[in-house]
């Protein structure tokens, strides 16, 4: 059974950076296209980025494009998101996923949350203005 536990959320002022982490344990990393998600309160969870198995080609939310990367290192099993620029509607939980299916799919696909096997706890990230 894949594990994935998420770390490095916490409380940040705007235009502050945070780094997030999640470690995989219990299955074959490198095969795994990862996303990270996140949900604020009262809203649905939502697409933030994805960085895929193989190549490691990256997706990102338009609403985070240029502030945020994505990136993996697979000796590691850690995937990281580093998050620059931030801002108050970035508060939410964060959540890793792991899709384990070796498709060669593109945004769509990963940016849809049914399309991931597994998920994390989630960290709290908490922007002040």
């Known amino acids: 059974q894949v594990q994935l536990v998420e770390s490095g959320g916490g409380l940040v002022q705007a235009g502050g950076s945070l780094r997030l982490s999640c470690a995989a344990s219990?299955?074959?990393?490198?095969?795994?296209?990862m996303g990270w998600f996140r949900q604020a309160p009262g809203k649905e969870r939502e697409f933030v980025a994805a960085i895929r198995w193989s190549v490691g080609n990256t997706y990102y939310a338009d609403s985070v494009k240029g502030r945020f990367t994505t990136s993996r290192d697979n000796a590691k099993n850690t995937v990281y998101l580093q998050m620059n620029s931030l801002k108050p509607e970035d508060t939410a939980v964060y959540y890793c996923a792991a899709e384990a299916s070796q498709r060669i799919m593109g945004y769509t696909y990963y940016y849809t949350e049914e399309n991931y096997d597994y998920w994390g706890q989630g960290t709290q990230v908490t922007v002040s203005s």
């Open positions: 219990g299955g074959t990393f490198s095969r795994y296209t």
